[in-house]
């Protein structure tokens, strides 16, 4: 054993194997053949992700029941390209077609709507809104009998209109006095001949005043005249007090619904100014600013609901600032408390109505013997029994507005132009001039521009100098540097 021993020096003898030195004694080639395993490994797992993905959307999907399990099979076995075959290349463009992406969309003449087919489609929807409102809105509905004061001017045809399509809205059946001062107009007339409302036009002989004093009053008593009229002809409904250029909600006509004799709305005050002059801008601005009136006119509730009292414009910023007569270029300011502001059951101004009030006055001793009506309180002996509406004032569903032109403007009758226009401009040239007067910030930008071309012209001038200087100094060197190489080949 020992000469064995010496025969082979070199070899190690045995022992038992340890993991981590098997480990170290691995060739390199070992590593790399794991490494390329692992690598296939994990292509061969994406590769099966993806074609497990499609075996399961051709089992699943809603086309595989109308085949059988072979044909599945068959598609899977296919190569990728195949089973997923690629989109078709998009249709050339042609007329009619427009190129989206890779997607052609086919461009189809808009149809003509059937005139039938629009009518019946407006019956049902006009059949679904009265459903709707049997189902959900007011119970009973009372009719409305709306009373308008107006008279032939300039705005009327404007502030008319408008409220006559507000009134043709109206899901309640409607009952509309106008009360024209000065007399029935053809003006009026025609107007009010284009709405489908069953209209009753009274006359009231006398004209309108100039002064905004006298109008408010004057409207008080041309109001009383209507009233008196819905006594006469006992009409039965809700009173509303809607001015020609007063702007009303719908939700206003469902709100007065709730009335039992007399109710009160918020208004909302729409103060306007017409003055161009800067200064009295700025000085409304500045009384606003330290007053901050609030706009509203209406009832004024506690926490439990109840009527306390009223809250009123405040007139103090305007304050010898309000127009004095009609188309003033100053604030129109309204009265204390507006007239559109209340609603009242029409049975409160009968001589015999059932569960009519004691609180209520006769309608023949209101406005006798030179007595100023100036708002439908003057109709109570107690204002406390009148009812907030509008969730106690605290919602707004009309609009005060006073916009009116000079009470001597010229407008055409009818607003019908007969004869017809006189030629001003031709019709070869433009309508307006060549040379429009120049506004005052234009003037100021014209002369700041002046300026800036004078400042210019003196840096232009004081460079072209410095630089004919330099010209000159150049050239006088040169000179004397010609001077000298001459004198000098002369030597």
Known sequence: MKQTAGQHPNRRPYSAAV?????????????????????????????????????????????????????????????????????????????????????????????RPDPAEVARAHEILVRLQKEQRLRYGVKDPRP??????????????????????????????????????????????????HSSLPVV??????????????????????????????????????????????VHTMELFDEIQKVQWMGALSVGILAHSAAPDATAKRQQRASEQETSPLPIQGPACNSSGQLIGWHTFNYLPYAKK????????????????????????????????????????????????GEEIESPLDLLKDA?????????????????????????SKFPSRWVIDPPLEIVVPAKRTPWPDAPPDLPYQRIANEGGHVEKHVSKKVRSYRSKRSSRNKKKHETHVDTQVSEMSSAQEK
């Open 384 to 408: 406390s029994f009148v009812e907030p509406l509008g969730n106690c004032g605290k919602k707004v569903l009309l609009w005060w507005l006073r916009a009116e032109a000079r009470y001597d």
């Open 144 to 193: 409305v009998v709306v009373v308008t004061p107006t008279y032939a001017r300039t705005f009327q045809a404007l502030h008319l209109t408008g409220l006559l399509h507000s009134l043709m809205l109206v899901p309640y059946p409607l009952t509309w006095l106008v009360v024209e001062a000065g007399g029935v107009s053809n003006e009026t007339a025609a107007l009010l001949a």
């Open 19 to 111: 993991p981590g030195e098997a480990a170290a004694l691995r060739p390199p080639s070992f590593l790399f053949w794991s490494a390329v395993h692992v690598l296939c490994c994990l292509v061969s797992a994406a590769l099966g992700f993806r074609f497990s993905r499609l075996l399961f959307l051709l089992l699943f999907s809603p086309a595989s029941h109308h085949h059988n399990h072979h044909h599945h099979v068959h598609l899977v076995r296919q190569p990728p390209a195949a089973v997923i075959p690629f989109p078709p290349p998009p249709p050339p463009a042609v007329a009619g077609r427009v190129g989206v992406g890779r997607h052609g969309i086919r461009v189809r003449p808009w149809p």
């Open 201 to 246: 036009h009274l006359p009231f002989h006398e004209d309108m005043p100039v002064l905004w004093n006298d109008r408010h009053r004057f409207e008080a008593r041309m109001r009383l005249r209507a009233l008196r009229v819905i006594r006469e002809r006992r009409l039965d409904g809700i009173v509303v007090f809607a001015d020609d250029s007063n």
């Open 322 to 369: 309000a127009a004095t007569f009609v188309g003033d270029g100053v604030t129109v300011l309204p009265t204390k408390l507006e007239w559109a502001g209340f609603v009242l059951n029409s049975r409160l101004l009968w001589k015999e109505a059932e569960g009519k009030p004691n609180w209520a006055r006769d309608l023949d001793e209101v406005g006798i013997s």
